[in-house]
């Protein structure tokens, strides 16, 4: 047989897969059943059953998953350290995996846990954590820490999701895939310390290596902050050391946007370019190619070693060193054996790597350049300079991964097609000019120096490039993910095409219904899933960012959530999510209360990301670099509102009016908090308020002029529960039902204000708090307030008077 392993390696998949969807617990009954399965197998190829035997051989290999994954679930779900108490600062002592990953705002620490200190006993562990150390302005990390150094912190485990909203959550799932069991976080450097003086372990040298490149890329490419680099810096340490923490957003979103950003994320081809670096240079020295495989494969693992066992790296120079091993020992390699055993060397060595979209996107890739390089080639006129077989290897790369970068990013690009085959050179060359100045650069400090300035331009010109293809919107653009049957209707009729034909017709009816499929992957042609009228009030952490279903489809979306000084994006990782979880890919009204961080952040990628009709703001700064962004985003199709006193939208029984900012010269109007838009929403008299972050003047102002008008079922408490806001005689106008205040878990203002918390109550007014249910959804069904919240699932009714 060609690909002794393919059966095996497709056949384990399915069990761990299956494993993994029907929930399945460990039971040393499975494990029986498969033992005997393989005995049973052998006996059938012993007796030169050959049919009977690969059926055996492949039952054998999925029920061997199935244990597998069950087993190694088992032991995952029932660590200890789950039973550890969580919200509250313990004592732990641990080895640091790998050197830090710097943040703008943190550092964040992979430690295998050794122990920790529990109502002043030592509990043993074994377990690894992800521990996020924010940045502090009077300290640092007490020393720079390596890989091997055993540290004792004090720290905080966090059970839950960090946000919790109406939508699967795949950060879970994520840290599992890593085997990593929890995140943790600290609010000091100075509770970490480090406990030994001297570290003379591998991964330390790797790790002190690795830092001593860094500092050469931030002493040559300095950024204009602490801990930053300029975008070449960031590029390089990408490219080169896999650190991609520091690009800086534009240049993280613009090769998302092109499609190129496989081209700086460590993976397969970097390897594949570093092997035909190394290979070229050490055939300068006309050694035998046996000998150049040996020094290949210790440099492939240095490599490895060097950016620290990325999972992507790996799996590359796993799969090139097995490559290398075939021709040491003679074989005639085939690259679909050799690919099935890697992923099943891969899947044993971690059960759960599958659900990655790093590992999908690896193996697919691999695969469709295996099946379909050939057979679009053919089909591509002759075209000097290797054109063709460029342009073959990005088609046959696009068809095979477009389902998963759809489904797992939501992104189609078609703009990769044209300029992965221009990139990919010059991001060859860059990464071969790269390693020399680095190399040159550690022997010889000028010598880098001097290579640093071509180095600059080079990564200019690859920054220059993905903003050709710009003014062609269409070629890249983002939405929902596909239902489950178009991904498997694409691949199936897509791997229908590679038969040979039966009938006179077959190939044209596949090709069509492919099309189809292809068509419905690209468009999503499915209305959303709205639930109309509903207000869902998301939980993005201290900030507001709140989601109006409307009848008719129509989409209305108040601020987008985000925080201050911190690189992370609720209207890309959150909101965005949320929209596309519900199938939305339009946002008809997209409002900014005012422009502070925690409410306008993230609005920009909302406008870069839907088709936006109308945009509403209070606050119109073109300083403001948070205006400037979201006006930069906006599609110039989109109508721009100021927010002022009667601004109104209505449809049949629904309407939509501000009530402040106002005109009115009297009116107590400054910038910030108390220029926040209030917002009043009428579902055939079911009412809500919005009034953003507005303080106890501007309540006053509004009871005083509109008391009639203020008056809601349904409050969002202003300036998330700040004791400056809810003024008595504001909530006396408003007489809300229910009051939802927005707020983040541990947030570092301490909100809600207990006093606020304390006269909701006495008011009798129903709370709801993101920080402890998480999202709020609240429908309106005939005379009925439908409340669900996300962290529980329970759902409350409240009757309209």
Not at 14 to 41: E, K, R
Not at 44 to 70: H, N, W
Not at 199 to 223: C, M, V
Not at 414 to 428: E, K, M, N, S
């Amino acid at each position: 047989m060609v690909t002794p392993f393919l059966f095996p390696a497709v056949s384990f998949l399915a069990g761990l897969i299956f494993s993994s969807a029907a929930g399945l617990s460990f039971s040393s009954l499975w494990a029986w059943v498969a033992g005997s399965t393989v005995l049973l197998s052998w006996m059938a190829y012993l007796l030169k059953k050959g049919r009977l035997a690969l059926m055996g051989i492949i039952l054998s290999f999925f029920l061997c998953g199935l244990v597998f994954y069950t087993y190694e679930d088992y032991r995952y779900q029932t660590n200890p350290v789950f039973s550890l108490k969580s919200e509250e600062y313990l004592d732990f002592t641990g080895l640091l995996l790998k050197a830090p990953e710097r943040y703008p705002d943190r550092d964040v620490l992979t430690i295998r846990l050794s122990s920790a200190e529990v109502n002043g006993q030592k509990v043993n562990l074994k377990a690894n954590i992800r521990l996020s150390v924010l940045h502090s302005t009077t300290a640092d990390l007490p020393l720079e820490l390596f890989a091997g150094d055993w540290l004792s912190f004090s720290a905080v485990l966090h059970k839950e999701e960090a946000f919790k909203n109406f939508f699967p959550d795949f950060s879970r799932k994520y840290l599992k895939s890593q085997k990593i069991h929890l995140r943790a976080s600290t609010k000091s450097p100075l509770l970490v310390k480090k406990l030994n003086q001297a570290n003379h372990t591998w991964n330390g040298f790797f790790s002190k290596l690795r830092r001593k490149l860094q500092r050469q890329i931030e002493a040559d490419f300095p950024g204009r902050q602490k801990f930053s680099l300029s975008p070449e810096g960031g590029l390089l340490e990408a490219l080169l050391l896999g650190a991609d923490r520091r690009l800086d957003q534009h240049t993280d979103r613009q090769f998302q946007k092109t499609g190129l950003y496989h081209l700086i994320a460590i993976s397969g081809a970097h390897v594949a370019v570093i092997t035909f670096f190394l290979y070229s240079l050490l055939g300068l020295f006309r050694l035998r190619k046996k000998t150049i495989n040996i020094i290949l494969l210790f440099l492939l693992f240095f490599y490895a070693f060097l950016v620290e066992g990325q999972p992507s790296v790996f799996r590359a120079v796993l799969m090139t060193s097995l490559f290398l091993l075939g021709k040491l020992l003679d074989y005639d390699v085939n690259f679909l054996n050799l690919l099935s055993l890697s992923a099943l060397l891969l899947l044993l060595f971690n059960p759960f790597s599958f659900v990655e979209a790093g590992f999908q996107l690896t193996f697919v890739a691999t695969l469709s350049l295996i099946l379909f390089f050939k057979p679009i080639l053919n089909r591509l006129p002759v075209w000097p300079f290797k054109i063709s077989e460029a342009l073959a290897l990005s088609l046959a790369a696009v068809l095979g991964t477009m389902p998963i970068i759809v489904a797992d990013f939501n992104r189609v690009t078609f703009a990769t097609i044209i300029l992965t085959p221009l990139a990919a050179p010059l991001v060859g060359l860059i990464m071969g000019t790269g390693y020399i100045y680095l190399i040159a650069g550690a022997l010889l400090p000028k010598a880098g120096d001097i290579l640093a300035w071509p180095l600059a331009w080079l990564t200019k010109l690859l920054f220059w490039m993905t903003t050709w293809l710009e003014p062609l919107s269409s070629l890249s653009y983002r939405l929902p993910g596909p239902p489950l049957a178009v991904i498997l209707g694409y691949y199936i009729f897509l791997l229908l095409l590679l038969l040979k034909p039966r009938f006179k017709a077959q190939r044209l009816l596949t090709g069509l219904i492919f099309i189809i499929f292809f068509f419905c992957l690209i468009a999503y042609p499915f209305p959303p899933h709205s639930d109309a009228p509903a207000v869902t009030f998301l939980d993005v952490g201290q900030g507001d960012s709140i989601v109006v279903e409307l009848p008719g489809k129509k989409l209305m979306v108040i601020d987008g959530g985000g925080f201050i000084n911190s690189s992370f994006d609720p209207g890309e990782t959150i909101v965005s999510k949320y929209l596309w979880y519900k199938g939305y890919k339009k946002i008809d009204f997209l409002v900014s209360t005012h422009l502070h961080p925690d409410h306008a952040l993230g609005l920009a990628s909302l406008a870069a990301n839907f088709r936006v009709k109308e945009f509403w703001f209070a606050e119109a700064d073109p300083k403001n670099p948070l205006f400037s962004a979201i006006n930069r985003a906006l599609p110039k199709s989109s109508k721009k509102i100021k927010i002022r006193r009667g601004l109104s939208w209505q449809e049949d029984n629904t309407r939509i009016e501000a009530l402040f900012p106002d005109e009115n010269p009297a009116a107590p109007v400054s910038k910030g908090n108390d220029s926040s838009a209030v917002i009043k929403l009428d579902f055939s008299g079911c009412k809500f308020l919005f009034p953003g972050d507005i303080t106890a003047v501007v309540e006053e102002y509004l009871t005083n002029q509109q008391i009639s008008e203020l008056q809601s079922q349904v409050l969002k408490v202003p300036h998330h529960g700040s004791k400056s806001s809810s003024s008595p005689a504001f909530l006396q106008a408003v007489n809300p039902k229910v009051a939802v205040i927005t707020c983040g878990r541990n947030n570092i203002s301490n909100l809600p204000s207990e006093e606020v918390v304390t006269r909701l109550h006495e008011m009798g007014i129903h709370i709801y708090r993101t920080d402890k249910d998480g999202a709020v959804k609240i429908q309106l069904k005939d005379t009925q307030l439908r409340l669900q919240t996300a962290r529980s699932g329970k759902e409350s009714v409240f009757k309209l008077d």
